[in-house]
Nanobody
Framework: VQLQASGGGSVRAGGSLRLSCKASGRTFDGYDMGWFRRAPGKEREFVAAVTWRGIPHLADFVKGRGTVSRDMPDDTGHLQMSSLKPEDTAVYYC?????????????????WGQGTQVTVSS
Protein backbone atom coordinates (compact mmCIF):
# COMPACT_ATOMS: atom_id res chain seq x y z
CA VAL A 1 0.00 0.00 0.00
CA GLN A 2 1.65 3.20 -1.17
CA LEU A 3 0.82 6.81 -1.92
CA GLN A 4 3.15 8.64 -4.27
CA ALA A 5 2.97 12.42 -4.26
CA SER A 6 4.40 14.36 -7.17
CA GLY A 7 4.25 17.74 -8.88
CA GLY A 8 6.18 19.82 -6.39
CA GLY A 9 8.94 22.19 -7.39
CA SER A 10 10.08 25.77 -7.34
CA VAL A 11 7.84 28.56 -8.53
CA ARG A 12 7.72 32.34 -8.36
CA ALA A 13 5.14 34.08 -6.22
CA GLY A 14 1.90 34.37 -8.14
CA GLY A 15 2.49 31.13 -9.97
CA SER A 16 0.63 27.85 -9.69
CA LEU A 17 1.28 24.16 -9.16
CA ARG A 18 -0.70 20.97 -9.51
CA LEU A 19 0.18 18.21 -7.10
CA SER A 20 -0.84 14.63 -7.69
CA CYS A 21 -1.12 11.65 -5.39
CA LYS A 22 -1.17 8.19 -6.92
CA ALA A 23 -2.31 5.20 -4.91
CA SER A 24 -0.88 1.78 -5.60
CA GLY A 25 -1.04 -1.62 -4.02
CA ARG A 26 -4.78 -1.35 -3.50
CA THR A 27 -7.68 0.79 -4.62
CA PHE A 28 -8.75 3.69 -2.43
CA ASP A 29 -12.27 3.78 -3.76
CA GLY A 30 -14.48 4.46 -0.74
CA TYR A 31 -11.78 6.38 1.14
CA ASP A 32 -11.33 10.11 1.64
CA MET A 33 -8.11 11.74 0.48
CA GLY A 34 -6.50 14.64 2.28
CA TRP A 35 -3.60 17.03 1.73
CA PHE A 36 -1.45 18.47 4.49
CA ARG A 37 1.68 20.56 4.53
CA ARG A 38 4.58 21.21 6.87
CA ALA A 39 6.41 24.49 6.53
CA PRO A 40 9.91 24.90 7.98
CA GLY A 41 9.73 25.21 11.75
CA LYS A 42 5.97 24.67 11.84
CA GLU A 43 3.61 21.83 12.57
CA ARG A 44 1.88 19.94 9.82
CA GLU A 45 -1.42 21.58 8.87
CA PHE A 46 -4.52 20.66 6.89
CA VAL A 47 -4.73 22.04 3.35
CA ALA A 48 -7.60 20.25 1.61
CA ALA A 49 -9.54 17.02 1.36
CA VAL A 50 -11.88 15.34 -1.06
CA THR A 51 -14.38 12.71 0.06
CA TRP A 52 -14.91 9.36 -1.56
CA ARG A 53 -17.98 10.97 -3.16
CA GLY A 54 -15.84 13.77 -4.61
CA ILE A 55 -16.94 16.52 -2.20
CA PRO A 56 -14.10 19.01 -1.60
CA HIS A 57 -13.06 20.68 1.63
CA LEU A 58 -10.50 23.48 1.67
CA ALA A 59 -8.65 25.25 4.43
CA ASP A 60 -9.48 28.95 4.62
CA PHE A 61 -6.06 29.97 3.29
CA VAL A 62 -6.66 27.92 0.12
CA LYS A 63 -10.21 28.99 -0.65
CA GLY A 64 -10.42 31.07 -3.80
CA ARG A 65 -7.05 29.91 -5.12
CA GLY A 66 -7.10 26.15 -4.84
CA THR A 67 -9.02 23.12 -5.93
CA VAL A 68 -8.92 19.52 -4.80
CA SER A 69 -10.18 16.58 -6.81
CA ARG A 70 -9.76 12.88 -7.41
CA ASP A 71 -9.74 10.68 -10.48
CA MET A 72 -11.11 7.36 -9.32
CA PRO A 73 -10.38 5.26 -12.41
CA ASP A 74 -6.70 6.11 -11.89
CA ASP A 75 -6.81 6.11 -8.06
CA THR A 76 -5.20 9.55 -8.20
CA GLY A 77 -5.91 12.73 -6.29
CA HIS A 78 -4.96 16.26 -7.25
CA LEU A 79 -4.38 19.53 -5.43
CA GLN A 80 -4.06 22.62 -7.58
CA MET A 81 -3.04 25.94 -6.08
CA SER A 82 -2.64 29.28 -7.80
CA SER A 83 -1.56 32.74 -6.69
CA LEU A 84 1.15 31.03 -4.69
CA LYS A 85 2.89 32.98 -1.93
CA PRO A 86 6.25 32.47 -0.22
CA GLU A 87 4.36 31.33 2.88
CA ASP A 88 3.04 28.39 0.84
CA THR A 89 6.55 26.98 0.87
CA ALA A 90 6.32 23.58 2.55
CA VAL A 91 6.47 19.86 2.08
CA TYR A 92 3.03 18.76 0.92
CA TYR A 93 1.69 15.35 1.90
CA CYS A 94 -1.26 13.33 0.70
CA UNK A 95 -3.05 10.82 2.88
CA UNK A 96 -6.17 8.68 2.90
CA UNK A 97 -8.65 7.75 5.60
CA UNK A 98 -11.95 6.04 6.18
CA UNK A 99 -15.05 8.19 5.69
CA UNK A 100 -16.69 9.73 8.71
CA UNK A 101 -13.63 10.81 10.68
CA UNK A 102 -12.37 14.38 11.03
CA UNK A 103 -10.87 15.76 7.81
CA UNK A 104 -8.76 18.29 9.65
CA UNK A 105 -7.08 15.92 12.08
CA UNK A 106 -3.97 14.24 10.70
CA UNK A 107 -4.49 11.40 13.18
CA UNK A 108 -7.63 10.41 11.23
CA UNK A 109 -5.53 9.32 8.26
CA UNK A 110 -4.27 5.78 7.85
CA UNK A 111 -1.87 5.97 4.91
CA TRP A 112 0.54 8.73 3.97
CA GLY A 113 2.64 9.62 0.97
CA GLN A 114 6.27 10.64 1.27
CA GLY A 115 5.69 14.32 0.61
CA THR A 116 6.67 16.63 -2.20
CA GLN A 117 8.53 19.92 -1.73
CA VAL A 118 6.97 23.17 -2.90
CA THR A 119 9.16 26.26 -2.81
CA VAL A 120 7.73 29.67 -3.64
CA SER A 121 10.18 32.52 -4.15
CA SER A 122 9.31 36.20 -4.01
Amino acid sequence: VQLQASGGGSVRAGGSLRLSCKASGRTFDGYDMGWFRRAPGKEREFVAAVTWRGIPHLADFVKGRGTVSRDMPDDTGHLQMSSLKPEDTAVYYCAVKNPGSDFFDENSYDYWGQGTQVTVSS
